[in-house]
Nanobody
Framework: QVQLVESGGGLVQSGGSLRLSCAAS????????MGWYRQAPGKQREFVAV???????NYKDSVKGRFTISRDNAKNTMYLQMHSLKPEDTAVYYC????????????????WGQGTLVTVSP
């Protein structure tokens, strides 16, 4: 009932920039939390950044000052602007949404995107 479509991944040289997007659609009453996680080859998925409905944000220490998370509530879309990318940022980046569904029960859902690959070359 809630779908996420990610875009913006790709190959970039070290020091470069990319912007990821995550668009949510479906029977959405309210989006509470939107965030980004990533999973590097052979590693567990890890938290990157999150923004709540109150526009508060939080970041993984290693991306602070380089990544900026933002959201357009009118479009139910979230962005991750990434600057000064490093080879260690190479991973599949996943969008995460915690939302309330627009049905009579106003159920809560947690949804993950399909992932978008970011590759940073040395």
């Amino acid at each position: 009932q809630v779908q996420l479509v990610e875009s913006g991944g790709g190959l970039v040289q070290s020091g470069g920039s990319l912007r990821l997007s995550c668009a949510a659609s479906g029977s959405i009453f309210r989006i509470n939390v939107m965030g980004w996680y990533r999973q590097a080859p052979g590693k567990q998925r890890e938290f990157v950044a999150v923004t709540s409905s109150g526009d508060s944000t939080n970041y993984k220490d290693s991306v602070k000052g380089r990544f900026t998370i933002s959201r357009d509530n009118a479009k139910n879309t979230m962005y991750l602007q990434m600057h000064s990318l490093k080879p260690e940022d190479t991973a599949v980046y996943y969008c995460y949404v915690s939302a309330v569904v627009a049905d009579p029960n106003h159920r809560s859902l947690e949804v993950w995107g399909q992932g978008t690959l970011v590759t940073v070359s040395p």
